[in-house]
């Protein structure tokens, strides 16, 4: 049986966790094999909204703000960059009835002993 | 890099500063593709003009100047980044930058480098408004502040629109490059609106009066015709064409005074007949191509109305055509209505009101302020003054511009009482 486990952050809280307690509990679930796949998200600015509508993938900035929409499901892609990742999202069946919300996944910042921050 | 000596830098470096106005956005969009990064490209290209400028009054301007900036920029820059402390963690990134460097740099990836910049910052993962202040800022040039006094926000708005701009680049991972040809003609679709976009927030302020927005039309106009010439697609040339023939006539739609001059009141003499002949044939070409859209539709109005040499010889057979076409791969109540007027002029008021009263049922229209004043033009025109009256009225009411709402009031005392 396997969980998704959605994080919702106001924005006031977006940044209040810090990454280095959210890997140490990544490794207590590695370690008891409880870890499938879990990562940190870019800012809802960085999300693309992707629908299709009579064959044609119309694209939007941001979350699809249709509250009526309910999450149904998810994939994890791993996609070369945006445009590769939002023709792969367009195929995915769903995309014709609702909207898929397509957001990088970010890598936890642990500072100088771990490669990867902002500029 | 072969070197031209023969060729002198004067002393006040025109040469680079006529350089830096002319093709300080090509170095630019090349260092982006080589550096991986907006900001970093920006700090390059400053670094390289500065390097032509302490080196090319004693050594000559380079024989290939462009390609000597681009090459100056990407090894200056990345000698800072490898000296940059912060980028020991890095090396990865540091390393993929060098590699780079031994990329081919022949002339067509450097134009294409600015058909990528021009991709990206229109991609329909930004919004509009963030494309158009992408796209005035990166690919033209324009200071923020400019762009910002253009659009009547306060510049750190504008400058916040930017950085988040560039950061969901960065994090979202948009990709430089021109979409391939299956996605096309949609993303150019994009980029054609984001132009036209920056291009109408200069036409729809008040002539004269704000010199940025003037700046705009110019702006956008040459945008339309960079693309057209590192695209030559049928929709380009047609929106290029609408946007030449509108600003040629942009001097003769407001009068000293601010306000709104109507197409059949227009001073003809004002008129750009240079660019009306340029845009004209620019409308003429993309709809002999077969391929043309809506722009070129929109063009070919636009040639048509400012091809008459006075308001009683405009073709309205030829402009109600054209609408109808228009309306067929566009149909949206604007253009419904405008077809309708332009029914209305070849065949009678009676025919137009036909048409425009289904129109102002559906809800779309009847907030339209100029829905309502083209219907009380025809009944103005039947003679039918109360209802004319009533329907100036609706018009002023609904009205937003200042300018609009004096020029209905205008036409409301010329009915009388």
């Known amino acids: 049986m396997k969980y998704l486990c959605l994080v919702y952050l106001d924005r006031e809280n977006w940044s209040s966790c810090p990454d280095a307690v959210c890997a140490d509990y990544v490794q207590h679930l590695v370690e008891n094999g409880n870890f499938v796949a879990g990562d940190p998200l870019h800012p809802v600015e960085s999300a693309t909204t992707v629908r299709v509508r009579n064959g044609k993938t119309q694209l939007y900035d941001g979350p699809f703000a249709e509250t009526k929409e309910l999450l149904a499901g998810y994939y994890m892609l791993d996609a070369r960059d945006l445009n590769d990742a ?6 995915i069946p769903p995309a014709k009835y609702g909207s898929i919300e397509v957001r990088p996944v970010r890598q936890l910042d642990l500072g100088d002993t771990i490669s990867d921050s902002q500029s | 890099m ?33 550096l991986g990064d907006f900001d970093r490209a920006e700090e390059a290209t400053q670094i390289a003009f500065l390097a032509a400028a302490s080196r090319w009054p004693a050594e000559g301007v380079p024989r290939k100047p462009v ?51 021009i991709f990206t910052c229109c991609h329909p993962s930004l919004s509009e408004e963030a494309a158009v202040a992408m796209t005035l ?45 299956d996605e096309l003609p949609r993303r150019l679709d994009r980029v054609l609106r984001v132009v036209y976009l920056a291009f109408t927030e200069g036409h729809s302020s008040s002539g004269g009066e704000n010199l ?11 945008l339309g015709r960079l693309i057209l010439k590192l695209l030559p697609e049928a929709e380009v040339q ?15 739609r407001m009068s000293p005074g601010g306000d709104l001059i109507p197409l059949d009141e227009q001073d003809r003499g004002l008129w750009d007949h240079a660019a009306i002949a340029e845009g004209a044939e620019h409308a003429r070409q993309a709809l002999l191509s077969g391929r043309s859209g809506p722009y ?15 308001f009683e010889d405009t073709d309205w057979a030829e402009i109600a055509g ?21 029914i209305a002029m070849r065949d009678g008021p009676e025919t137009g009101l036909a048409l425009i009263e289904p129109l102002l049922q559906a809800d779309r229209l009847g907030r339209y302020h100029l829905a309502h004043a083209a219907r009380a033009d025809l009944l103005r025109r039947m003679g039918r003054t109360d209802a004319a009256r009533q329907s100036y009225e609706t018009a002023r009411d609904l009205a937003t511009q200042e300018a609009e709402r004096r020029f209905i009031t205008r036409r409301l005392a010329e009915i009388g009482p």
């Open chain 2, 137 to 181: 800022r990166e690919v033209c040039g324009l200071a923020t502040e400019a762009i910002a006094s253009a659009f009547l926000v306060a510049p750190p708005t504008l400058a916040q629109r930017i950085v988040r701009a560039k950061s969901k680049i960065r994090d979202a991972c948009i990709p430089y490059e021109v979409p391939d040809t």
């Open chain 2, 238 to 252: 047609g929106l290029l064409a609408l946007m030449i023939l509108q600003h040629a006539r942009h001097a003769a």
């Open chain 2, 2 to 34: 072969p070197v031209d000596a023969r060729q002198p830098v004067d002393e006040g470096s025109a040469v680079i500063r006529d350089l830096y106005k002319r093709d300080g956005r090509r170095v630019y969009a090349a260092l982006v593709r080589l």
């Open chain 2, 296 to 310: 070129t539709l929109q063009a070919a109005i636009a040639a048509s109305h400012a091809e008459a040499p006075r």
């Open chain 2, 322 to 342: 054209l609408y109808a076409a228009l309306l067929r791969i566009e149909p949206s109540p604007v253009i419904a209505l405008n077809h309708a007027v332009a």
């Open chain 2, 67 to 117: 390609q000597w900036l681009i090459s100056a920029g990407r090894f200056r820059m990345i000698d800072q980044m490898r000296r940059d402390r912060r980028m020991t963690q890095w090396s990865d990134e540091a390393e993929r930058a060098v590699e780079r460097l031994e990329l081919q740099q022949d002339p067509e990836t450097i134009e294409d480098d600015r058909l990528r910049l």
């Open chain 1, 86 to 91: 939002l023709r792969l999202a367009a195929g």
């Open chain 2, 212 to 222: 940025v927005q003037a700046d705009l039309m110019a702006e956008a106009i040459r």
